[in-house]
């Protein structure tokens, strides 16, 4: 797995973690869900994301690193 695609999983599963808190918990955690939305969107244009650098400090390799698949 990519940092990229990490991002992607780890976007997914806060946005499913926050809908499910929201139900279960408080209306409130759907401000989780805009942040996510929000940072996703900013992270495009910027080229700048928290969860893809402490992905890559992790270990995981970007797009350019990764082997490709034959």
Do not use: D
């Not at 080229?47 to 402490?54: D, I, K, S």
């Amino acid at each position: 797995m990519t940092a990229e695609n990490g991002v992607r999983v780890v976007a997914g599963c806060m946005v499913l973690l926050s809908v499910a808190l929201a139900h279960w918990v408080s209306p409130w955690w759907l401000c989780l869900t805009a942040f996510v939305g929000v940072n996703l969107i900013q992270s495009a244009f910027t080229h700048f994301c928290p969860a893809e650098m402490l992905l890559k400090k992790a270990g995981l390799k970007s797009c350019g690193e990764a082997p490709k698949a034959a």
